[in-house]
T-cell receptor, first 112, second 116 residues
């Protein structure tokens, strides 16, 4: 079945450091890929998405490129801020349009 | 515009007590509705989803049940809570068109349930 694997956290960075959170997936066909963010005590918010190979999703300085050849969708940001501290979830939607499948989530902690 | 509401935001319940969490969506018709659970330190687990009134699919056998009595209302219930039911419960909605075009789901703000 479909699955998403994220790098384990927590990831701890200093402010203005470069961020990469790895995400790889297993799926049949051509799923859509997503990054969601969960700030402390809140629900999930869609951060960015990509619907086909080589698409780059971007939002709030974050970006991720849909790489079909490596089945990856790594999240990057050039300069993180303390306010980026949150849990980040990679997800994919399967081809029948139901059931978003999530990775386990990666905790990001940014220190000032 | 579409909105999704979940309540209560936090809940502390004793073991063996019943549970009812409610989720409602406004501004759309015939949404697909989802209940997810996030246990402490763990990822998101899909519990139930519904593509229409009275239609419930269960992803994981458990102590919980779901119902959809109205088009935009999704209820998560339990007759007798267990300690292991503690977690953060999230409701989400989408539509077939939004899913087809890769818009993902929109989540509510969640209910933090602590069973004591």
């Amino acid at each position: 079945g479909n699955s998403v694997t994220q790098m384990e956290g927590p990831v701890t960075l200093s402010e203005e450091a470069f961020l990469t959170i790895n995400c790889t997936y297993t799926a049949t066909g051509y799923p859509s890929l997503f990054w969601y963010v969960q700030y402390p005590g809140e629900g999930l918010q869609l951060l960015l998405k990509a619907t086909k190979a080589d698409d780059k999703g971007s939002n709030k300085g974050f970006e991720a490129t849909y790489r079909k050849e490596t089945t990856s969708f790594h999240l990057e940001k050039g300069s993180v801020q303390v306010s980026d501290s949150a849990v980040y979830f990679c997800a994919l939607s399967d081809m029948d349009g139901n059931k978003l499948v999530f990775g386990a989530g990666t905790i990001l902690r940014v220190k000032s | 515009s579409q909105t999704i509401h979940q309540w209560p935001a936090t809940l502390v319940q004793p073991v063996g007590s019943p549970l009812s969490l409610e989720c409602t969506v406004e501004g759309t018709s015939n949404p697909n509705l989802y209940w997810y659970r996030q246990a402490a330190g763990r990822g998101l687990q899909l519990l139930f989803y519904s593509v229409g009134i009275g239609q419930i699919s269960s992803e994981v056998p458990q102590n919980l049940s779901a119902s959809r009595p109205q088009d935009r209302q999704f209820i998560l219930s339990s007759k007798k809570l267990l300690l292991s039911d503690s977690g953060f419960y999230l409701c989400a909605w989408s539509t077939p068109d939004r899913e087809l075009y890769g818009y993902g789901y929109t989540f509510g703000s969640g209910t933090r349930l602590t069973v004591v």
